[in-house]
């Protein structure tokens, strides 16, 4: 056993140093379930065979010195040197193998339950939910609130609350599902979207808008039009860059385009059944729907709602809409 665990720990090991250093793209959620599965096993064997084997021997153990003591006191020897204790701790204490499998195995599955079914950490890499979300913002995306589904397979099992325009939803990027994006919900099914000349209307009506002051990027060192908009029950702000044009370049050969017009305007299109239109807050620096399609509900991950930590920045924790 020793020699197979060293083996199943090195494939660990391996994996995850192929994924640190690039040489093969990795798949945490993977990764997880099979380490909560293969140390599941070594805790059901430790639990049902090995421990009582080792306690078994313990017992023979004593029994033994028992005898001994018994076979000598017939013989007129009362006095001899047969304390256990310390052999019997070595005949229970778990081996190295064991400790590194069925001892990680309690903390493994509540991360993997924790993980999988309630709460998943992110943090936001690109400026595109400025001034949302920052840049180092570390975030926390609830799994139950679109319905639960299965790790790896992404099977939804239960209905939950259905998506909403203006949610802040975390999804796999429909080009590289193995991605994981995070936008706002901007048309859900059924929904005509429309942005042209740098203005959004949802099914030909127009969202309402407040000009705010002008705001500083710190990531760029630029100011940016700044605007507070209510796509959804509540209000978000939004920023916008008068130097780019309006039109969209560069947009993929996505499944569905035929639902899009592009214009040097910029776009509008028809959100299919089953699929969602996202957009980030910075509007003229997010890779959103616009350039590469909808989001299928099989790539729904969470709504993000709480930046938990951010190392530069500390007044950034707390929720946000």
């Not at 060293?6 to 990795?26: D, K, N, P, Q, R």
């Not at 860059?241 to 592009?262: H, K, L, M, T």
Request: with cysteine.
């Amino acid at each position: 056993m020793q020699f197979l665990t060293s083996l199943v720990l090195a494939a660990f090991v391996g994996y995850a140093g192929a994924w640190y250093t690039g040489f093969i793209e990795g798949n945490f959620a993977l990764l997880l379930l099979l380490a909560t599965v293969v140390t599941g096993i070594y805790w059901l064997a430790e639990r049902f065979v090995f421990l009582p084997q080792r306690q078994k021997a313990a017992v023979q153990l004593e029994a033994e010195t028992a005898q001994r003591r018994a076979d000598l006191a017939k013989m007129g020897i009362d006095k001899v040197d047969t304390d256990t204790k310390d052999a019997q701790e070595k005949l229970l204490m778990q081996p190295w193998w064991l400790d590194w499998t069925a001892g990680l195995f309690p903390v493994i599955v509540v991360v993997f339950i924790l993980r999988s079914f309630l709460f998943e950490p992110f943090k936001i890499p690109s400026g595109s939910m400025i001034p949302t979300l920052h840049i180092g913002d570390l975030i926390l995306v609830n799994k139950f609130h679109y319905g639960i589904r299965l790790p790896v397979a992404n099977i939804k099992v239960t209905q939950g609350t259905p998506v909403q325009r203006g949610d802040v939803m975390v999804f796999r990027y429909p080009p590289k599902p193995t991605v994981d994006y995070i936008k706002r919900v901007v048309g859900v099914p059924g929904d005509e979207v429309a942005y042209l000349n740098k203005k959004l209307t949802i099914n030909g009506k127009a969202l309402p808008t407040q000009a705010l002051p002008d705001f500083f990027d710190e990531s760029t060192m630029r100011y940016f039009k700044h605007r507070s908009e209510t796509l959804g029950a509540k209000p978000h702000q939004t920023i916008q860059d008068d130097d780019r044009p309006a039109f969209v370049p560069g947009a993929d050969p996505f499944a569905g385009r035929e639902n899009c017009n592009y214009t040097v305007e910029g776009v509008t299109c028809k959100v299919p059944e089953g699929h969602y239109f996202m957009m980030g807050d910075n509007r003229d620096n997010s890779l959103d729907s616009r350039y590469w399609g909808f989001v299928p509900d099989a790539n729904i991950v969470g709504k993000a709602f709480f930046v938990w930590m951010n190392f530069g920045n500390l007044k950034r924790i707390g929720a946000f809409d």
